[in-house]
């Protein structure tokens, strides 16, 4: 039967273009959960013990909807996993070496215990840029895989010497303090380097930090309780540099503190516990 009515007509036409819209609606709901990645989390959920806190991860609803997970829009792609501060005593999860678009992972603040899987750094994982690891139990030396641009494993149990291969890495931060890592950290400095944060407090770090050029970008740089040596360079106190932290107290440093604004900001205990550091905040040098 012709709608002659022109209303009518009108309606049947808006509900044909409802009908369709709410159909590849449907399907683009359905996308957006990409399926391997989906079975990949629930393997990670499975590692971790099965949390109560990771309840919503359940095979009924869209992974993109998981509490610390975020996806691609377009894609459906997992880019973002985040199980923060849940207690969970378990190692790294494998499956997560699966999730091959992921860009940040922080599983900061459990009892993760183990080693540090080679696959966390670009090389399994191309667009990983943002590693958190701190706060947990892992154990060994860090892997030379793991030269991601945001590298966060501070509080853990790490021993033995930095990679050889972060010396060529793109670090904008590293933050490995509170471990028990040990020798050269020197090749974390370079003047022409990304790096704007480096902590590398309570390990037993050794070099001559007054050979080093520090990045043009570095802002926060705490290294204290370690056995640091040398002189503070000059380009700590340029006009220029506006530091947020800077500690460098029980090491072995030695010399005048190079004078700036710095040196008035952070006072006696960001200098304090050195060989023969002195000058202002310090006392006076000896002439």
Not at 80 to 88: G, H, M, Q
Not at 178 to 189: K, R, T
Not at 225 to 249: C, E, Q, T
Request: charged letters at 15%.
């Amino acid at each position: 039967m012709e709608l002659s009515n022109p209303f009518c007509h009108t309606m049947a036409i808006l509900l044909a273009v409802l009908l369709v819209a709410a159909a590849a609606t449907t399907e683009a709901d359905g996308a957006l959960c990409d399926k391997s990645d989906k079975a990949a989390l629930l393997a990670v959920k499975s590692a971790l013990g099965n949390p109560p806190a990771l309840s919503v991860w359940n095979s009924s609803t869209p992974c993109c909807s998981w509490d610390g997970v975020s996806c691609d829009a377009i894609t459906g792609r997992v880019t973002e996993l985040t199980v923060f501060a849940l207690n969970i005593s378990a190692p790294v999860p494998a499956a997560i070496a699966n999730l091959t678009k992921l860009q940040i992972l922080n599983l900061a603040y459990n009892q993760l215990y183990g080693p540090i899987p080679s696959f966390l750094g670009p090389r399994a994982l191309p667009d990983l840029t943002f590693l958190r690891l701190d706060g947990n139990r892992l154990s060994g030396a860090i892997p030379p895989t793991a030269t991601v641009f945001n590298l966060l494993l501070e509080g853990n149990l790490l021993t033995g010497t930095l990679p050889s291969t972060f010396g060529a890495a793109a670090f904008g931060e590293v933050g490995i303090a509170g471990n028990q890592l040990s020798g050269d950290a020197s090749m974390l400095f370079g003047a022409k380097k990304k790096l704007n944060a480096l902590r590398l407090s309570r390990n037993r770090f050794a070099f001559d930090l007054g050979s080093v050029e520090l990045p043009e970008g570095l802002d926060i740089l705490v290294i204290d309780h370690n056995m640091v040596y040398g002189s503070i360079p000059p380009a700590a106190a340029a006009a220029g540099r506006k530091w947020l932290a800077f500690d460098v107290s029980y090491n072995q440093l030695c010399g005048p503190i190079p004078q700036g604004r710095y040196t008035h900001r952070f006072g006696a205990k960001h200098f304090a516990g050195n060989k023969c550091l002195c000058d202002r905040p310090l006392p006076p040098c000896s002439s």
